[in-house]
């Protein structure tokens, strides 16, 4: 008898499981093959723009995705170094082997934590509820909760060119049964695509010709809990397609799934296909693709920005017309895949799913797309399986508070049209939600919902130390004439302020109002509180913003309500608000084309109803 399993040993299913196992759940990871866990399957690369804040709010967590990353990590990059560190995102290019063997590590160390080798071939259900989840050689596992976390194996279909197989990963087989089974509940799903680039062999590409892109110097990591970097750090190489690309592309759409009616479903927006953007943006001569080492002793590389399902003689073809890769060989050509997922509006804040008490759903499943958002929901999803289970606190996050709470409350909201990515421009309170300041932000929910290690915890104890004591030297007044003095180019106001306050003004820094506040301190602790100062004004601001938010959401509306009897409101507002079930007034407020008139109308209801 387990009080968790866990269906799935990707980047969802690694997190779920850790999670619950983490909150003291007996929890049983399920997969076809142990040695397939924590597998990156496409892109050997974690983090980037919104998706490195969710690594680093996982990681506040105690999760396992940011030290795997850099576990693995052999090219570090900040991204949009340029702007300011609230849109800034840090990515490594990981060694696709190293990172694996690092969550299969962490795995096998993690108490609480079983992990099973088999098929998941159905929910046992008992009166409308999960009991456990019948194997395909009859086995049984009892549970009270299960976390579904199937990626692009529910139903999965491969597609390159005229071929057609059964699967969710090349030579992987897929899970029909499953998906059999929850379509016959009469579950609201629909088909996503995805799709990755043909592999290529780095002894066989002219690297002399191509821009070499090095890893970053200065020694950031994804998670803080990584002393230093542990591998050598090798550099990535850029090369353009050419007209001659888009030529041999453009005469073999007839050859391409996406273009035949084989594949029918939406693939990401952000991350298309390379024949799809040949076609949708037909007046651009070039595109640039980026070569990543795939390990530090694997000569596999991948030419990330050329995923694809066209034939393999035709993507032979389009290697070679491209610079350096003229004599390149493809070790493993690509593909599309086509799965099945649940619509996101069907699970609540949870990711609990409505219908089936017990069911928790995380990643591909809810229609995302990346290993960041699935470890994200994997880790809600585990944590909140595992209260489920023990009777323990949900653990909820909002849009104010994370990353985290902005993706769930999209997707459970708003539902899924293509795979939904995260980026910093979903993020309304973007100003107070940066990378650098996850384990603030969230470290005291984590710490409640009783997730962190020892060694977590002391940690943060640490951490918690040295903000205080830099924040205490850094309230120490200077005036505009000490900063002068300083060498600091002030107007001379005779404005008093704190060292902390002055902080904020362009060119003003540590050196000017406190040089030796940042002494016995972390320098990650001092880069997060000089953030903090220059950020302040803003985030002050939005205060307000955050306020309104947090007392809307104090206006519950009931699952059950019948939004057909509540005057005013027009058949469309009845239907979408139907349709979404939110919680509070202030998600009534997120659905798309919900009206202020509507939402009047439903907080005048829900008054007359608490009064």
Same mark, same amino acid.
């Given at each position: 008898?387990?009080?968790?399993?866990?269906?799935?040993?990707?980047?969802?299913?690694?997190?779920?499981?850790?999670?619950?196992?983490?909150?003291?759940?007996?929890?049983? =990871?399920?997969?076809?093959?142990?040695?397939?866990?924590?597998?990156?399957?496409?892109?050997?690369? &974690?983090?980037?723009?919104?998706?490195?804040?969710?690594?680093?709010?996982?990681?506040?967590?105690?999760?396992?995705?940011?030290?795997?990353?850099?576990?693995? $990590?052999?090219?570090?990059?900040? =991204?949009?170094?340029?702007?300011?560190?609230?849109?800034?995102?840090?990515?490594?290019?990981?060694?696709?082997?190293?990172?694996?063997?690092?969550?299969?590590?962490?795995?096998?160390?993690?108490?609480?934590?079983?992990?099973?080798?088999?098929?998941?071939?159905?929910?046992?259900?008992? $009166?409308?509820?999960?009991? #456990?989840?019948?194997?395909?050689?009859? $086995? /049984?596992?009892?549970?009270?909760?299960?976390?579904?976390?199937?990626?692009?194996?529910?139903?999965?279909?491969?597609?390159?060119?005229?071929?057609?197989?059964?699967?969710?990963?090349?030579?992987?087989?897929?899970?029909?049964?499953?998906?059999?089974?929850?379509?016959?509940?009469?579950?609201?799903?629909?088909?996503?695509?995805?799709?990755?680039?043909?592999?290529?062999?780095?002894?066989?590409?002219?690297?002399?010709?191509?821009?070499?892109?090095?890893?970053?110097?200065?020694?950031?990591?994804?998670?803080?809990?990584?002393? *230093?970097?542990? =591998?050598?750090?090798?550099?990535?190489?850029?090369?353009?397609?050419?007209?001659?690309?888009?030529?041999?592309?453009? $005469?073999?759409?007839?050859?391409?799934?996406?273009?035949?009616?084989?594949?029918?479903?939406?693939?990401?927006?952000?991350?298309?296909?390379?024949?799809?953007?040949?076609?949708?943006?037909?007046?651009?001569?070039?595109?640039?693709?980026?070569?990543?080492?795939?390990?530090?002793?694997?000569?596999?590389?991948?030419?990330?920005?050329?995923?694809?399902?066209?034939?393999?003689?035709?993507?032979?073809?389009? /290697?070679?017309?491209?610079?350096?890769?003229?004599?390149?060989?493809?070790?493993?050509?690509?593909?599309?895949?086509?799965?099945?997922?649940?619509?996101?509006?069907?699970?609540?804040?949870?990711?609990?799913?409505?219908?089936?008490?017990?069911?928790?759903?995380? #990643?591909?499943?809810?229609?995302?797309?990346?290993?960041?958002?699935?470890?994200?929901?994997?880790?809600?999803?585990?944590?909140?399986?595992?209260?489920?289970?023990?009777?323990?606190?949900?653990? &909820?996050?909002?849009?104010?508070?994370?990353?985290?709470?902005?993706?769930?409350?999209?997707?459970?909201?708003?539902?899924?049209?293509?795979?939904?990515?995260?980026?910093?421009?979903?993020?309304?309170?973007?100003?107070?939600?940066?990378?650098?300041? *996850?384990?603030?932000?969230?470290?005291?929910?984590?710490?409640?919902?009783?997730?962190?290690?020892?060694?977590?915890?002391?940690?943060?104890?640490?951490?918690?130390?040295?903000?205080?004591?830099?924040?205490?030297?850094?309230?120490?007044?200077?005036?505009?004439?000490?900063?002068?003095?300083?060498?600091?180019?002030?107007?001379?106001? #005779?404005?008093?302020?704190?060292?902390?306050?002055?902080?904020?003004?362009?060119?003003?820094?540590?050196?000017?109002?406190?040089?030796?506040?940042?002494?016995?301190?972390?320098?990650?602790?001092?880069?997060?509180?000089?953030?903090?100062?220059?950020?302040?004004?803003?985030?002050?601001?939005?205060?307000?913003?955050?306020?309104?938010?947090?007392?809307?959401?104090?206006?519950?509306?009931?699952?059950?309500?019948?939004?057909?009897?509540?005057?005013?409101?027009?058949?469309?507002?009845?239907?979408?608000?139907?349709?979404?079930?939110?919680?509070?007034?202030?998600?009534?407020?997120?659905?798309?084309? /919900?009206?202020?008139?509507? =939402?009047?109308?439903?907080?005048?209801?829900?008054?007359?109803?608490?009064?």
């Amino acid at each position: 008898m387990f009080d968790v399993v866990v269906i799935g040993g990707g980047h969802a299913g690694t997190e779920a499981a850790a999670a619950a196992a983490r909150r003291g759940a007996r929890t049983a =990871l399920l997969s076809f093959d142990r040695h397939g866990l924590g597998a990156m399957s496409c892109n050997p690369a &974690i983090g980037g723009l919104g998706k490195g804040h969710i690594v680093r709010e996982v990681d506040a967590f105690d999760g396992l995705i940011g030290r795997a990353a850099d576990m693995g $990590a052999i090219h570090y990059r900040m =991204l949009n170094r340029s702007k300011g560190t609230a849109v800034q995102g840090p990515r490594v290019q990981a060694d696709r082997r190293r990172y694996a063997g690092a969550i299969q590590s962490m795995l096998a160390a993690q108490p609480n934590l079983t992990i099973v080798e088999g098929e998941a071939e159905a929910l046992v259900l008992e $009166a409308d509820r999960v009991a #456990g989840v019948q194997l395909a050689d009859g $086995a /049984i596992l009892s549970t009270r909760a299960v976390v579904l976390a199937t990626g692009t194996f529910l139903g999965g279909r491969l597609f390159r060119g005229e071929e057609r197989h059964l699967g969710g990963r090349i030579g992987e087989r897929a899970a029909t049964r499953m998906a059999e089974q929850l379509r016959a509940l009469g579950l609201p799903m629909a088909r996503m695509k995805t799709g990755t680039p043909p592999r290529l062999d780095g002894r066989t590409i002219d690297w002399a010709k191509l821009d070499e892109q090095p890893s970053d110097t200065d020694p950031w990591t994804m998670s803080p809990m990584t002393a *230093a970097r542990p =591998l050598p750090q090798i550099a990535c190489a850029i090369t353009r397609t050419t007209e001659e690309t888009h030529a041999i592309i453009a $005469a073999a759409f007839h050859r391409s799934p996406l273009f035949t009616g084989a594949i029918e479903a939406n693939g990401p927006r952000y991350c298309p296909s390379i024949e799809d953007k040949i076609k949708r943006f037909a007046d651009r001569d070039s595109h640039q693709i980026f070569l990543e080492p795939e390990g530090l002793d694997d000569p596999l590389v991948y030419p990330n920005g050329l995923s694809t399902s066209l034939p393999t003689d035709v993507q032979e073809a389009m /290697i070679a017309s491209m610079p350096g890769l003229e004599r390149a060989v493809i070790t493993l050509p690509g593909y599309a895949v086509e799965y099945d997922h649940i619509d996101p509006r069907a699970l609540d804040a949870r990711l609990a799913l409505g219908a089936l008490p017990g069911v928790f759903c995380a #990643g591909q499943i809810n229609g995302t797309t990346g290993y960041e958002e699935a470890a994200g929901q994997g880790l809600i999803a585990g944590l909140n399986a595992a209260a489920h289970a023990c009777d323990l606190s949900p653990v &909820i996050l909002d849009r104010a508070s994370s990353y985290l709470g902005v993706m769930i409350d999209d997707l459970v909201l708003q539902g899924v049209t293509e795979p939904y990515r995260m980026l910093t421009a979903r993020a309304e309170y973007r100003l107070s939600l940066r990378a650098d300041n *996850a384990e603030t932000r969230l470290g005291g929910i984590a710490e409640t919902a009783g997730c962190l290690s020892a060694e977590r915890l002391a940690h943060r104890r640490r951490r918690q130390e040295q903000q205080q004591m830099l924040r205490e030297r850094l309230s120490v007044v200077r005036t505009a004439s000490d900063l002068a003095r300083s060498g600091a180019a002030i107007a001379q106001d #005779g404005a008093r302020r704190t060292a902390y306050e002055w902080l904020r003004f362009d060119g003003v820094t540590l050196a000017h109002v406190a040089p030796d506040a940042a002494e016995g301190c972390d320098p990650a602790v001092v880069a997060e509180t000089l953030e903090d100062a220059r950020y302040a004004p803003y985030v002050e601001r939005q205060a307000e913003e955050v306020a309104r938010l947090r007392a809307d959401e104090q206006i519950l509306l009931s699952a059950s309500l019948d939004y057909a009897a509540i005057p005013g409101l027009s058949q469309e507002m009845i239907d979408r608000l139907s349709l979404a079930r939110p919680a509070t007034l202030a998600a009534a407020s997120r659905i798309r084309g /919900i009206t202020p008139a509507a =939402l009047s109308a439903v907080l005048l209801h829900a008054r007359k109803v608490a009064a």
